[in-house]
């Protein structure tokens, strides 16, 4: 069964700053987490990044929505995953926040 999560990040950027940020930084989350995390789809639409990839060698599917005073995850995880689900909110949390704080 699979464990839908949601994250959301609060920021005061707008939005095209907060999309310019998360542009950069998940460049730096592919090369960081590439040995565990491969991002094998993305396509924006709008203000709305949609993504399909692979972590430990489950496939993961999920958005990245960005409003004008906050950003929105929302991932799909496989049964395998969703046993980290608690880690993978937290980690999702805390990296989107430093991609949202750094200039």
Not at 33 to 39: A, D, I, K, Q, Y
Not at 75 to 89: E, F, I, S
Request: hydrophobic fraction near 45%.
């Amino acid at each position: 069964m699979s464990k839908p999560i949601t994250v959301s990040i609060p920021h005061r950027l707008g939005k095209d700053e907060a999309r310019r940020r998360l542009e950069t930084g998940l460049a730096s989350v592919r090369t960081h987490f590439g040995s565990v995390l491969r991002v094998d789809e993305e396509v924006w639409s709008g203000d709305a990044l949609a993504f399909k990839a692979s972590a430990l060698g489950q496939q993961t599917s999920g958005t990245i929505t960005v409003a004008e005073d906050h950003v929105q995850v929302d991932v799909m995880l496989p049964w395998a995953l969703g046993l980290l689900a608690q880690k993978a909110t937290s980690l999702i949390r805390a990296r989107g926040q430093l991609m949202l704080d750094k200039k």
